[in-house]
């Protein structure tokens, strides 16, 4: 299985990015993709996962109403539309995969594969 994450970059506050998560490896119909983040300090956040094609989707408090996750199953793609995006976003963004299940709440110990981050850095 592998995963790599792209789209990152600097963007203004208010502003809007979109993450990729490349997947090779596995059907991504069957396997929860989660995304995660991580800023200097702090731990590690799990902000949104897709179940499963069949599955439910799950947000983070802090992300919900401004992510949208979203898969390509053709592509074998997972995006990551960020809108609104406030400075307390800054931070490097994984991608990771699991079991498909029928919900998931983007906790890492439920995803054994990993992509590399991508920064995302969000000033004026």
């Known amino acids: 299985v592998q995963l790599q994450a792209s789209g990152g970059g600097l963007v203004q506050p208010g502003g809007s990015l979109r993450l990729s998560c490349a997947t090779s490896?596995?059907?991504?119909?069957?396997?929860?993709i989660g995304w995660f983040r991580q800023a200097p300090g702090k731990e590690r956040e799990g902000i949104s996962c897709?179940?499963?094609?069949?599955?439910?989707?799950y947000y983070a408090d802090s992300v919900k109403g401004r992510f949208t996750i979203s898969r390509d199953n053709a592509k074998n793609m997972v995006y990551l539309q960020m809108n609104s995006l406030k400075p307390d976003d800054t931070a490097i963004y994984y991608c990771?995969?699991?079991?498909?299940?029928?919900?998931?709440?983007?906790?890492?110990?439920?995803?054994?594969?990993w992509g590399q981050g991508t920064q995302v850095t969000v000033s004026s």
């Open positions: 990771a995969a699991g079991i498909g299940k029928r919900q998931c709440r983007a906790e890492a110990a439920d995803f054994n594969s």
């Open positions: 490896g596995i059907t991504l119909d069957y396997y929860a």
């Open positions: 897709s179940a499963s094609s069949f599955g439910s989707t």
